[in-house]
């Protein structure tokens, strides 16, 4: 066989990462999230058939989602025994222990193991191959999290298994069943492909630097098949073997996040053997951060167009106040049209909640900030603990105690991330103190043209009641100026040859008289609010500097 076609002891391992808690978990993914938030589905009955039920129709909320998905693959895709079905295997989510770390396999059920392991032969390119692997179900702090191991063992029946094609790849990942798509975990996934190089692989590697990627090309493309291929990222060594990384963390949505990984030494596999729960924890916190980081840019354009919508709006309410009218109304001191004051007014009743709802997506894209940084200080922690654990043993060598190919992702990712959101949060928040101020400018104009409307109509009740006191004085007094003897004499009119009854003409000059009083009234009000604009506007002048 062509060493380029061919893997030794090929395994697919996959890390699936799904909400436990809703309430509890970090990143409040339900609750907070831009879509929207679902109350979570509700246990079976406890009479229920202790077999398998189907999912419900949104996963997103079913707290098994996992198991059903991982009874799915097996059953339906690998064709794995049935035992599988049987709920009595794992913990559902009421009768699960307290602890950051709960093992939701009943022991009794599997010999005692802390997985679910499965078998079965196949026929591939006319070669009968074995195929071996185990399910296991854990509850990682508020996380369900399960790892699934599909493989062709190193050994069977203590001899070596012959090496396969790449085609392989095909059929432990059956209708791309292990994809993100597929899978749909609240959390997302990673993807681990590893397999052994042989003396010619490793030989060409020396010789060719492509050699290995163009290897790692091959086994994704056997593995995903009528889809597109997700993007090369970049390459290092991890526990001494090369390892190929998919998928970048900056675009979540681009395809799935999967490692290849190339054993070259047989310390590489004690390592990781001994190591696998810890990436289990090492792949939940990094799922988690760019969950977080993938909600935050989802948040970034919800906010950005609330932005953009409150800018015009202000904008729009500005130019409306500024019209050639209005200010020319304004000096005559005729104030405001009763629409525009109705507009104003609707303004200051709908401005406050948006204000509410626009800080309330900041502090969502906030907390996200701080569960990046939770998140990446655990996958940081835990790297330490691995980094001390493999040295304490003092029998492995710097380049494979070297976790630099995972740190990447704490030391370098990560700070972006956190970078990009405070930019985002330095630039937004400017507009939470300009909506502010419109609204005080918006509540400023109502209330004057109010206080203006109240003083005008203070004005007219005072020149009112003036004017007809003054008219009941004026007719109280008539009679004294006008001899009422006979009743109905004829009054002649000044500078007119006509006369006029004596009780109409005490009705006309009081009226007069009363309306004389109100307009004067009036009209030393308005003169004198015109006197206070000619002075504020000279006082005005005064201030500007000279040209």
Not at 128 to 141: E, K, P, T, V, Y
Not at 246 to 252: E, I, K
Not at 378 to 395: C, F, T, V
């Amino acid at each position: 066989m062509n060493p380029i076609s061919t893997v030794y002891a090929p395994n697919v391992h996959l890390f699936a990462f799904h909400v436990w808690d809703i309430l509890a978990s970090s990143s409040n993914p339900l609750a907070n999230s831009p879509q929207q938030a679902l109350p979570p589905t509700s246990n079976p009955p406890a009479n229920s058939p202790q077999t398998a039920l189907p999912p419900t129709s949104n996963p997103a909320i079913d707290p098994e989602h996992l198991w059903y998905k991982c009874n799915e693959i097996l059953q339906e895709k690998l064709r794995v025994p049935a035992e599988f079905n049987d709920r009595n295997l794992y913990k559902n989510q009421t009768s699960q222990p307290k602890g950051r770390r709960v093992n939701l396999i009943v022991k009794a059920e599997v010999n005692n193991r802390e997985s679910l392991p499965f078998d079965k032969e196949i026929q591939h390119h006319n070669q009968q191959i074995s195929l071996a692997g185990f399910a296991q179900m854990l509850r990682i702090g508020d996380s369900y999290a399960l790892g699934l191991n599909i493989r062709v063992p190193e050994k069977t029946n203590g001899t070596n298994t012959p090496d396969v094609d790449l085609s392989i790849f095909q059929d432990l990942n059956p209708d791309n069943c292990l994809l993100r798509d597929s899978v749909n975990s609240y959390f997302g996934q990673t993807l681990l492909l590893t397999a052994w190089l042989s003396p010619d692989q490793k030989q060409e590697a020396e010789e060719d630097s492509q050699y290995l990627q163009s290897l790692a090309q091959k086994c994704l493309k056997n593995f995903i098949s009528g889809q597109d291929l997700p993007e090369f990222y970049r390459e290092g060594e991890l526990f001494g073997s090369p390892i190929l990384e998919y998928g970048n963390p900056s675009y979540p949505n681009a395809g799935d996040h999967i490692l290849i990984w190339f054993f070259s030494s047989a310390t590489t596999g004690e390592i990781w053997d001994s190591r696998y729960s810890d990436f289990l924890d090492l792949f939940l916190y990094r799922n988690k951060t760019i969950q977080a980081y993938q909600e935050s840019r989802a948040y970034y354009y919800q906010i950005r167009q609330e932005y953009e919508k409150i800018t015009e709006d202000i904008n729009e309410t500005f130019r409306y106040l500024q019209r050639d009218t209005a200010p020319q109304r304004q000096l005559k001191g005729t104030g405001l049209k009763p629409e525009e004051l109705e507009y104003l007014e609707g303004k200051t009743i709908e401005m406050p909640p948006r204000a509410v709802n626009y800080a309330r997506l900041l502090m969502d894209l906030e907390f996200r900030q701080n569960t990046i940084a939770i998140n990446a200080k655990n996958y940081q922690d835990k790297l330490n603990q691995i980094s001390l654990d493999i040295k304490a043993r003092k029998k492995y060598n710097d380049r494979e105690c070297d976790l630099k190919f995972l740190k990447l992702f704490s030391q370098e990712t990560c700070p972006q991330f956190q970078e990009q959101i405070k930019a985002d949060l330095g630039y937004f928040r400017h507009s939470t103190g300009l909506l502010d101020k419109a609204m005080e400018a918006i509540r400023g104009v109502v209330v004057i043209e109010e206080a203006y409307r109240d003083a005008k109509l203070e004005v007219t009740i005072q020149a009112v009641g003036l004017g007809l006191g003054i008219a009941g004085v004026v007719a109280g007094s008539a009679p004294y100026l006008i001899k009422q003897d006979p009743p109905n004499q004829i009054v002649a009119l000044p500078f007119l040859k006509v006369g006029i009854n004596s009780f109409a003409f005490v009705l006309l000059i009081s009226i007069g008289a009363g309306l004389g009083v109100s307009l004067f009234v009036m009209w030393s009000a308005k003169s004198k609010n015109l006197l206070g604009k000619f002075k504020n506007l000279l006082n005005r002048n005064k201030q500007l500097p000279p040209p």
